[in-house]
């Protein structure tokens, strides 16, 4: 899906029909936590033009939802992530003492300032058995595809593997990577930008 930050474009975020409520939610705020933004919606659109009602965002109650059911409405769709003006404080002087006028000059508000992104974080995207995931680091990812390989049917002799797995070894990653490519449409580690 298309993902826009305060009406922008700025990447793509894959959504399967596998995909949970709770997952877009970490991942968006892994993402702009760390870059001191806490306050924000989100909004997600279905290609047919729908919104999924935003209370879903607003409360964990539906964190384990997935889109089988929207699945075919996920190609096309979009999420937007719009800023949040932080609430103000509650005044500390009693209401009776502060002049009418004070008030008034103190509720102003100044312009919003265009957000510019210097750096941003990378994360790995895995396809494996039309199954896409996201993960920190890129031996978080082989782990992963080692374990899914492994559930198939595969063991780690006929990989060429033997125990204990170093998933930071590039041989190793290298061995993964030539299997699963080797195997489908699948999608080895791949690190994404969530800034392009």
Do not use: C
């Not at 374990?147 to 990653?173: A, C, K, R, Y």
């Not at 990577?177 to 791949?190: F, H, K, R």
Request: proline fraction near 5%; charge should be negative.
């Amino acid at each position: 899906m298309d993902l826009f930050y305060n009406q922008q474009k700025i990447s793509q975020l894959p959504v399967t029909g596998e995909t949970t409520i709770g997952q877009i939610k970490k991942t968006l705020n892994d993402w702009l936590v760390p870059q001191g933004i806490t306050s924000y919606s989100v909004r997600l659109f279905f290609s047919n033009g729908t919104e999924l009602s935003n209370v879903v965002f607003q409360t964990n109650t539906y964190d384990a939802s997935n889109f089988q059911a929207q699945a075919a409405l996920l190609l096309g769709g979009s999420i937007h992530i719009n800023t949040q003006p932080a609430p103000v404080p509650a005044a500390t002087t009693p209401a009776a003492a502060v002049p009418v006028a004070a008030v008034v000059t103190k509720t102003e508000t100044k312009p919003a300032k265009a957000r510019h992104f210097e750096a941003s974080e990378n994360l790995y995207l895995v396809k494996y058995n039309d199954e896409y995931k996201i993960f920190r680091t890129e031996s978080d990812a082989y782990e992963w595809l080692l374990e899914e390989i492994l559930d198939s049917g595969v063991d780690l002799d006929e990989l060429g593997l033997t125990e204990p797995v170093d998933f930071d070894d590039e041989n190793v990653q290298e061995t993964i990577t030539e299997y699963v490519e080797a195997n489908g449409d699948n999608i080895a580690p791949d690190a994404v930008d969530l800034l392009e």
